[in-house]
């Protein structure tokens, strides 16, 4: 399986993948919890199913709007006061609900290929974490 087909299984299941990345996320690391106080939590997990989209498209074609994008929300992070230390921990976490999700489809060659996506999309991000990215 590849990155783009294992995006298009999870965007076709009824129940977001992410809820589980968000469960293994404040389980382990319970002061990013904080960046979330008052946030629509349903809303969010479809904001963050929707990036896997650019997550892949970034990885796969390197579009020049993907790249925007993502430099837009790694202003936004900055904003919000995400720290790029947190980084890492949501990578590792998104990655094992990637794993779960799949179960038995999962292997190395798609694992090398999420950690590449989402290393490249956070890179990306970071080059727009000091600036003002504007949409």
Same mark, same amino acid.
């Given at each position: 399986? +590849?990155?783009?087909?294992?995006?298009?299984?999870?965007?076709?299941?009824?129940?977001?993948?992410?809820? !589980? $990345?968000?469960?293994?996320?404040?389980? !382990?690391h319970?002061?990013?919890?904080?960046? $979330?106080? #008052?946030?629509?939590m349903?809303?969010? @997990?479809?904001?963050?199913?929707?990036?896997?989209?650019?997550?892949?498209?970034?990885?796969?074609?390197?579009?020049?709007?993907?790249e925007?994008?993502?430099?837009?929300? #790694?202003?936004?992070?900055?904003?919000? #006061?995400?720290?790029?230390?947190?980084?890492?921990?949501? +990578?590792?976490?998104l990655?094992?609900?990637?794993?779960? $999700?799949? #179960?038995?489809?999962?292997?190395?060659?798609? @694992?090398?290929?999420?950690?590449e996506a %989402?290393?490249?999309?956070?890179?990306?991000?970071?080059?727009?974490?000091? !600036?003002?990215? %504007?949409?």
């Amino acid at each position: 399986m +590849r990155i783009a087909e294992s995006v298009q299984k999870i965007l076709s299941q009824k129940e977001p993948v992410v809820d !589980r $990345f968000y469960e293994l996320f404040f389980n !382990r690391h319970h002061g990013a919890r904080n960046y $979330f106080a #008052g946030v629509d939590m349903r809303r969010q @997990a479809i904001l963050l199913t929707m990036a896997l989209i650019t997550v892949e498209s970034h990885y796969s074609y390197s579009y020049p709007a993907t790249e925007h994008y993502l430099k837009v929300l #790694g202003s936004r992070h900055h904003e919000m #006061g995400v720290r790029p230390e947190l980084y890492p921990m949501f +990578r590792d976490c998104l990655i094992e609900a990637i794993h779960d $999700f799949h #179960g038995d489809d999962w292997n190395e060659d798609l @694992a090398v290929q999420w950690r590449e996506a %989402i290393k490249k999309a956070t890179a990306t991000m970071l080059e727009g974490y000091e !600036r003002d990215y %504007i949409y």
